[in-house]
Structures are given as structure tokens and as C-alpha cells.
């Protein structure tokens, strides 16, 4: 009950009253005959009413006051200042609204606790899922061979090289796990400033072989003569071109192209993006796509090995340094993943 409505109670009940004594005293004074006085009756009245309603208003705030006062010295609210008579009218007002306030922030938080709930439950099974699935696969080419069913040497190499490519599969998942989990926890990053162009060109040295396999051709946008000078974590950033090149090669289509541009996005940043024409990505799958395990294409995505947390290390690296990722992509024609990132100034 907010004040305003206090005082209009504390009104409604003296008229309730005063109009009561009104008609007993008409009553009284028809069947005595004495009342030939108005001025002195309506005074009374007067007196009556006024009498009544701060009687009430007065009864109702004592109430409020000490139920409120119980509320304050429960210390729910940070800051908040001790309860006072005096300043009562002013105090009410703040509470409700710190109140109306607690109410929606507890609200948030069972909301975030409810998504974190349904976040884990969900990762929990992926995480299950990924690992049940090369651990099996390894196991079952391993007891194979163990059950000493196969006398071919040809087999038994092409059993063990399938059961080492399953438990490759299981470190790649757990090391990123592990990768994820340390960014998660606040792992330190190595600020430093460093030439883009180079970081970018020793990732082509790293998979360039991979690229051969689908010759795939690995190359900038324009010839960039001068070195670009960017501040960040040169080993994790790294990894960001690593992850996003890789999935471009991943997807992309036989004798295609991977191409990666740098260009000015503010005064103070660059936005690095990786461009393909491969198979593309729908534009309702775009939104999930950053999340641990999830995959636009299952079947096809475990054939091309990994560990399903490559994009979700992308987005923690970085976000860890306060940047932005995008992506563009339509179906059959290509993705577009960008980054930014500091300039040296």
C-alpha cells in the first residue's frame, strides 16, 4: 500500500464514521428535540472527522513502521539507511521502490541460474556424446585385434592407424576442453605488439599441407608490403586464425580458395577476416554456431575430425581481449569470419 492510498483509507474510514454519527445523532436529536444549535453540531463533526482520521493514519503508519522496520533490520538491500519516524513518508517511498528493484534483480538471477541449469545439463550430454563416440571406436578396432582374428599384417596396420586417428580425435577434445576452461577462468593473456601479416602467413606454413590435400589455395586479398602492427596475444591469436583457416579448409570446396583480408574498422582497430567459397552455412544455424559441440552437419563434421570446440575457443580468445567476432555465411556460397583487433597507435 503506497502512502497516497494511506491517506485516502485513512479518509474513507472518518466519512464511513462521521456519516454514522451523523444519522444516530439525527435520530437522537428528532426523537429529543433539543438540537437547535447546527453551528455547534457541525463543529463537533468537524472535530469528530478530524479526530478519526488521524487516529487512523496514525494507527495504520505505527503498524507500517514496525513491520517495515523488521524488513530493514534484515539487511536485504546493500546501503541501506536505518528507518526513521521523521523522514517515515520518504523512507516508504524508497523502500518500494528498492523492493520493486530486489524483486526484478532476484528474478534475473533465477533466470541466469535456470539458463546455467539447462547449459550444463546440455553440455554435460555433448561432452558424453563426443568423447562415447572415438573411445568406442577405438576400443572396438583394438579388442579386434587383441581377439587375434586377423592374421593380415595389411589389416592389422589399417586397424591400428583407425584406432590411433579415434584417440587423436579424443586428445584434440580434451585439450581444447582444457583450453576452454582456462579461459574461462581468467587465464592471463601476453600482451604484446606484433606484425599480423607474419602471424598470418606462418598459420598458411602450418596448414598448407592440409590445404594441398584439396588444393585449396591459401592467400591475402591484396599484397600487403609493409608490416601491420596489432596489440594482443600473439600465441592465442594464433590459434583464433588457426581455428577459423582450418574450419575454412574443412568445408571448403575442391580447388576453392581461403582468403584473409585486413582492413581499418575504427580509428583504433582492425577487423582480420577469413573468406571462403565452400559449402556455406544456413542463416538459421549462424546463431548457435559459437557454441561448444555444436555442429551445423554431424555426420559430416566428425568425418573432418576435431574436436566440435573450435569456433567456441574463437569467440573466448576474442572476447578475452575485449574484441568482436562476426560471421556471414549462406548456404553454398561461402562463409565470411571476421575478428577484431587493436592497432598499434
Known amino acids: 500500500m503506497k502512502l497516497a492510498e494511506l491517506h485516502k483509507q485513512a479518509i474513507k474510514a472518518a466519512l464511513l464514521i462521521i456519516v454514522v454519527l451523523i444519522a444516530l445523532s439525527s435520530i437522537t436529536y428528532y426523537f429529543i428535540g433539543f438540537a437547535n444549535n447546527i453551528f455547534i453540531i457541525s463543529l463537533l463533526i468537524l472535530l469528530f472527522f478530524l479526530a478519526i482520521y488521524f487516529i487512523f493514519k496514525i494507527s495504520v503508519k505505527q503498524f507500517f513502521y514496525k513491520q517495515l522496520k523488521k524488513v ?59 568423447l562415447k563416440t572415438p573411445l568406442f571406436t577405438a576400443q572396438g578396432y583394438l579388442l579386434t585385434l587383441l581377439e587375434g582374428s586377423i592374421d593380415s599384417k595389411k589389416i592389422q596396420k589399417k586397424y591400428l592407424e583407425r584406432a590411433n586417428k579415434s584417440i587423436e580425435r579424443l586428445n584434440f577434445i580434451v585439450k581444447d576442453l582444457d583450453m576452454i576452461s582456462k579461459l574461462e577462468s581468467g587465464m592471463k593473456l601476453n600482451y604484446e605488439s606484433f606484425n599480423i601479416i607474419k602471424t598470418i602467413n606462418d598459420v598458411f606454413e602450418i596448414l598448407g599441407f592440409k590445404a594441398e590435400k584439396k588444393n585449396i589455395s591459401l592467400n591475402f586479398d591484396q599484397a600487403y608490403e609493409f608490416p601491420i602492427l596489432v596489440y594482443g596475444d600473439n600465441e592465442r591469436i594464433e590459434q583464433v586464425l588457426i581455428n577459423l583457416i582450418s574450419n575454412s579448409l574443412n568445408y571448403g570446396k575442391i580447388n576453392g580458395f581461403t582468403t584473409v583480408s585486413i582492413h581499418s574498422y575504427s ?12 559449402l556455406g552455412i544456413d542463416k538459421k544455424e549462424i546463431p548457435r554456431l559459437f557454441e561448444r559441440f555444436y555442429r551445423v552437419d554431424k555426420s559430416r563434421s566428425r568425418e573432418q575430425g576435431g574436436s566440435g570446440l573450435g569456433l567456441a575457443i574463437v569467440k573466448h580468445i576474442v572476447e578475452a581481449h575485449d574484441q568482436k567476432v562476426f560471421v556471414e555465411s549462406e548456404s553454398g556460397k561461402g562463409s565470411d569470419f571476421s575478428f577484431t583487433l587493436n592497432k598499434v597507435l
Not at 73 to 82: G, K, W, Y
Not at 107 to 126: A, P, S, T, V, Y
Request: proline residues 1%; without cysteine.
Open 267 to 278: 580509428t583504433n582497430q582492425f577487423i582480420i577476416k577469413v573468406s571462403d567459397n565452400g
Open 72 to 130: 530493514y533490520e534484515a539487511s536485504l538491500f546493500e546501503d541501506e539507511p536505518m528507518l526513521k519516524k521523521d523522514t517515515f513518508d520518504a523512507d516508504f517511498e524508497s523502500l518500494l521502490e528498492r523492493i520493486k528493484k530486489f524483486a526484478e534483480k532476484k528474478h534475473q538471477e533465477i533466470e541466469k541460474l535456470h539458463n546455467r541449469d539447462d547449459f550444463r545439463r546440455h553440455f554435460l550430454g555433448d561432452v558424453s556424446h563426443e
